[in-house]
C-alpha cells in the first residue's frame, strides 16, 4: 500500500532534521579524533572509522528484512532516530578514543534502522520510485547543507562536543516529528513458508552486479573522503571552514537538482544515470589527487556527483524488487554502501599509514574503484534498457521469474 502526501512530506522532514543532526556530526570524525582524542596513527583513525561502518553493513540487512517480515516500517525509522539520537549524546561525553569507538560501534547497530526502512516506505506501491526517491534526497542534502554549514563555522568557536548534543537534540525532533505525523504503513507480511531471503532477492537478474557497483563505487570514495578534512586543514593549509563549506555547496546544489536527477532516472533509467556517475566520480578523484591548494580541492569536493549514484542505484534496487522484499532491497544497497564506508578507510588508511606517508595520493585509489563501478555498471545497461522498455509498456519488470 502506498501512504498520503501528508505523511510522505513528513518523511522528508524527519530525515531532514536526521541528516543535518549526523552533517554535523561526521565531516569532522576523523578531525576530531586526532585533535580532540589526541590519536596519531592514520590506523587507529581508520578502525574508528570503520567499524561502524561494518556493523551498518550488517545491521541494514536485520532491519530489513525484520520490517519485511512483520509488514511494519514506522516502528524502524523510530528506532533509528532515537538511536542516533543517543549516539550523538553520548558521543559529547567521551574523554578518550576507547569510549567514543564503544559508543559507535553500540550506536551504528541501532541508527542502520532508519534508512533502508525510510526508502522502503516511500518506494512502496507506486510507479515513479526514482521521483520519490530523488525528493527523499532532497530533504536529506537539505539536512547536511545547514548542518555542513554549523559545524563548519562553528567548530572552532564552540567546539565539537557542543555539536554533538546539537546533533542529538536535532535528532530528538525528528523522533517526535515521525512518532507523531508519519502514518504507519502495513506492507502485506511474507507468510513464514515463502519467506523471502536475501539470497533470493539477490537472484534478481542484475541485482549482484548492481551491489558490486555501489560497493566498488563506496569503496573508492570512501578511501578519501574520510580523511578529506586532514588533507585540506593539515596537508593543504586550508581552515575548518572550507571542510564545512564544500560539504554545504555540494549539498546544496544536491537539493537543488535531485528532484531532478530522480525524474532522470525515471526518463531514461536508473542505470545510465549509475555509468555518468561513475564516470564523473573517475574524474574527480584525478582532480583531487593533482589538487595543488586548499581552495581547489574544496571546489572538486563540492561537485554534486553523489545525488546521481546514490538516487541511480536506490531506483534500480526498487525496480528489481517487489514491494514485499523492498526492505530487504534497500537494505542490500545500503549494506553495499556501508562496506564500501568501512572498506575504503581500511584501504586508505593502510596507504596512507604504509605507502603514500598522507592523505591527499589516496585519490588515485579512489580512481580505480570507481572505474571498476563503471565497468560494472555499463554491464548493466542492456538489463536496464529492457527494464525501462517493461516499464513503458506498463509491464512490471519484478514480475518475471526469478
Excluded at 543532526?21 to 569532522?28: D, E, H, R
Aim: with cysteine.
Amino acid at each position: 500500500m502506498s501512504v498520503g502526501q501528508r505523511s510522505v512530506r513528513a518523511v522528508y522532514l524527519t530525515y531532514a532534521l536526521q541528516s543535518m543532526g549526523q552533517a554535523i556530526s561526521w565531516q569532522f570524525v576523523t578531525y576530531f579524533v586526532k585533535h580532540e582524542l589526541d590519536v596519531t596513527s592514520f590506523l587507529l583513525i581508520t578502525l574508528v572509522w570503520a567499524a561502524p561502518a561494518f556493523v551498518t553493513m550488517v545491521a541494514v540487512n536485520v532491519w530489513g528484512s525484520a520490517s519485511d517480515n512483520l509488514g511494519r516500517r514506522r516502528p524502524f525509522m523510530i528506532i533509528g532516530f532515537i538511536g542516533y539520537a543517543v549516539t550523538f549524546a553520548l558521543y559529547s561525553l567521551v574523554t578518550n578514543v576507547e569510549q567514543y569507538f564503544a559508543v559507535a560501534l553500540v550506536g551504528a547497530a541501532f541508527s542502520a534502522a532508519a534508512l533502508p526502512v525510510g526508502q522502503a516506505y516511500l518506494t512502496t506501491g507506486i510507479s515513479n520510485k526514482g521521483e520519490r526517491l530523488g525528493y527523499f534526497l532532497v530533504a536529506q542534502s537539505t539536512g547536511w547543507l545547514f548542518g555542513a554549514l554549523v559545524s563548519g563555522l562553528l567548530y572552532d568557536v564552540i567546539g565539537m562536543y557542543a555539536l554533538y548534543r546539537i546533533s542529538a537534540l536535532l535528532c530528538v525532533l525528528a523522533t517526535g516529528v515521525c512518532v507523531l505525523s508519519v502514518q504507519d504503513m502495513r506492507v502485506k507480511p511474507v507468510e513464514k513458508t515463502a519467506r523471502i531471503g536475501l539470497r533470493r532477492v539477490l537472484r534478481q537478474p542484475g541485482m549482484i552486479r548492481l551491489v558490486l557497483a555501489a560497493a566498488c563505487s563506496a569503496i573508492g570514495i570512501n578511501s578519501i573522503s574520510y580523511i578529506m578534512a586532514i588533507m585540506i586543514v593539515d596537508e593543504l593549509g586550508g581552515l575548518t571552514a572550507y571542510v564545512g563549506l564544500a560539504n554545504a555547496i555540494a549539498t546544496a546544489i544536491a537539493a537543488l537538482i535531485t528532484g531532478y536527477i530522480g525524474k532522470l532516472v525515471d526518463r531514461k533509467g536508473p542505470v545510465r544515470v549509475m555509468v555518468l556517475a561513475y564516470l564523473s566520480y573517475a574524474l574527480f578523484a584525478v582532480g583531487f589527487a593533482l589538487a595543488q591548494g586548499p581552495l581547489i580541492a574544496t571546489v572538486l569536493y563540492a561537485l554534486p556527483i553523489y545525488p546521481l549514484a546514490s538516487t541511480a542505484a536506490y531506483a534500480l534496487g526498487a525496480v528489481l524488487s517487489r514491494d514485499e522484499e523492498r526492505g530487504r532491497a534497500m537494505g542490500l544497497v545500503n549494506g553495499a554502501q556501508n562496506a564500501g564506508a568501512a572498506l575504503g578507510p581500511v584501504i586508505g588508511g593502510l596507504s596512507a599509514e604504509f605507502v603514500f606517508g598522507r592523505a591527499q595520493p589516496i585519490s588515485w585509489i579512489n580512481m580505480v574503484f570507481n572505474l571498476l563501478a563503471l565497468i560494472l555498471a555499463l554491464s548493466l545497461l542492456r538489463l536496464g534498457a529492457e527494464l525501462h522498455s517493461q516499464k513503458d509498456e506498463g509491464l512490471s519488470a519484478i514480475t518475471r521469474p526469478v
